[in-house]
């Protein structure tokens, strides 16, 4: 079974940067679909940015593009976001999700079989 634990989070003001990190374990990550969702206090929980390792496909959702940069290192088993030009808006828990190859779609709300991490989060100021 996957582990995901996610570090990184913080309190930054408009306009500054933050990174993710996602340390995975049970698995080498090219077996496996990951990205970051996120939610925001009474708003839907929605896809940010998924990967997949093994051919470097990306998805980003419509709101982070070209602000977020979605990465891994596979020797260290971990996946980051980089996360530039934040916007208050971007303020929200930031959880870590995988899924076996394939089975992630970050257009979504996320499905049962998903693994997730227990979050970080993520304050933009104004």
């Known amino acids: 079974e996957v582990q995901l634990v996610e570090s990184g989070g913080g309190l930054v003001q408009a306009g500054g940067s933050l990174r993710l990190s996602c340390a995975v374990s049970?698995?080498?990550?090219?077996?496996?679909?990951i990205g970051w969702f996120r939610q925001a206090p009474g708003k839907a929980r929605e896809g940010v940015s998924c990967?997949?390792?093994?051919?470097?496909?990306?998805y980003y959702a419509d709101s982070v593009k070209g602000r977020f940069t979605i990465s891994s290192d596979n020797a260290k088993n971990t996946v980051f976001l980089q996360m530039n030009s934040l916007r208050p808006e971007d303020t929200a828990v930031y959880y870590c999700?995988?899924?076996?190859?394939?089975?992630?779609?970050?257009?979504?709300?996320?499905?049962?079989?998903?693994?997730w991490g227990h979050g970080t989060q993520v304050t933009v100021s104004s």
């Open positions: 990967m997949t390792t093994i051919d470097g496909n990306t």
């Open positions: 999700v995988a899924d076996l190859r394939g089975r992630l779609d970050c257009s979504t709300q996320g499905s049962p079989t998903n693994s």
């Open positions: 049970g698995g080498p990550l090219d077996r496996y679909s």
